[in-house]
């Protein structure tokens, strides 16, 4: 049928435009982000890129929901704004006929969103979490830079190198100063290499001198080596990082219907029933008097937007506190939603208004 090809292929292009702006957008301000975290220490600065793709994964569904929505906007009530659907209209097409174009558009979407909120999510938000454990655990020779002076992850030392071999482990001219335990320490060696002794890694120097002194005290014990040996990684090979529950995957999460698996279980699932209802509400909440412009529908359906995904978010705190059962949050906001959206839909397509509801009343009551 001429009527749903055009839907459907004007529906496509504002949706691949609405989404080609979105991603630019959210990479944008994901580059700024992550380009901060990584100059405080949270990732590696040649991880920016990868660690950027993988957050731009985590908000596809979200993105995703929002294209769809501003698509269906932008296209319908460009057709009210240039009498099309006017002309539709008159030659017999009703605004529930609009319903099946936009789901035969809209459902390969749908199943997407539900894929990535579902199984691309939870890897993607892991894979950040790896890479953010593996460069926050590096041990202490691993953070240093070659010319830099650079802290411990304690706190408690202070290394400087002038020469590393990072293939081989090992570095020369190494300066070391070190605050625990009441004293000051500064050992510095002309090379040094690291052994794992037993299961802690050691920073073992050689030929140099270690110079100590108690705080607050003038007293200093200068002393000479051929070889010392310095901790600088405990063993972790026992620690297990704590799971997130953004990063468990949704059947780990249904064999363990705890109150906060729950809460993301819903918060997964409700993407897929939001892009759906948002479209449903799209079309109703698109209708426009073409003299009237369409910049009120646009901040009344953005807003809409806004509220129901804020719903959404709340939802999740909400299941995982027990403030409200996980079925009837669903029911109440995504069948909700359906209802209203379709009970719109039915008293635009038959014109109902409020005086007519009170005229139909009233000759029931007066029928003999």
Do not use: C
């Not at 985590?58 to 698509?71: E, K, R, S």
């Not at 240093?144 to 001219?173: C, D, I, M, W, Y």
């Not at 918060?267 to 109703?284: D, E, K, P, V």
């Not at 014109?351 to 029931?364: A, D, I, Q, V």
């Amino acid at each position: 049928m001429l009527f749903h090809s055009s839907i459907r292929k004007e529906l496509a292009r504002s949706f691949v435009a609405t989404m080609i702006v979105l991603v630019t957008v959210v990479m944008t301000m994901t580059l700024i982000r992550t380009l901060g975290m990584a100059s405080r220490g949270s990732f590696n600065p040649s991880d920016v890129m990868l660690v950027m793709g993988y957050t731009v994964l985590t908000f596809l569904p979200n993105i995703m929901t929002m294209g769809l929505f501003i698509a269906t906007i932008a296209t319908l009530s460009r057709l009210y704004r240039d009498s099309e659907m006017v002309i539709w209209f008159s030659s017999g097409v009703e605004l529930s006929s609009l319903l099946r174009p936009l789901l035969r558009f809209a459902w390969p979407i749908l199943v997407v969103i539900a894929a990535m909120a579902i199984f691309a999510l939870p890897w993607a938000n892991q894979q950040i979490e790896d890479m953010k454990s593996q460069y926050e655990n590096r041990g202490d020779l691993e953070r240093v830079q070659p010319g830099q002076f650079q802290e411990s992850a304690s706190g408690s030392r202070v290394f400087f190198v002038e020469k590393s071999q990072l293939n081989q482990q090992s570095a020369t001219n190494i300066f070391v100063a070190t605050t625990e335990q009441g004293k000051e320490t500064v050992t510095s060696a002309r090379k040094g290499h690291t052994e794992i002794i037993g299961n802690d890694r050691f920073l073992v120097l050689e030929n140099g001198q270690r110079l100590e002194n108690t705080l607050g005290k003038s007293d200093v014990k200068i002393s000479e080596f051929a070889k010392y040996a310095i901790r600088v990684a405990e063993n972790q090979l026992g620690a297990k990082a704590e799971h997130q529950l953004n990063t468990q995957s949704f059947l780990d999460l249904a064999l363990n219907p705890t109150l906060a698996n729950l809460g993301e279980i819903s918060w997964r699932i409700g993407f897929s029933f939001a892009a759906l209802n948002l479209m449903i509400l799209a079309l109703t909440a698109s209708r426009v008097n073409p003299r009237v412009g369409r910049s009120g529908n646009f901040i009344f359906s953005l807003l809409l937007f806004q509220v129901y995904l804020n719903l959404l978010n709340l939802g999740q705190s909400w299941i995982a506190s027990g403030q409200i059962n996980f079925l009837s949050f669903n029911l109440l906001l995504h069948g909700g939603a359906m209802a209203v959206g379709l009970l719109w839909l039915a008293k635009q397509n038959n014109n109902w208004h409020l005086r007519m509801l009170l005229t139909y009343t009233r000759s029931k009551r007066h029928k003999p």
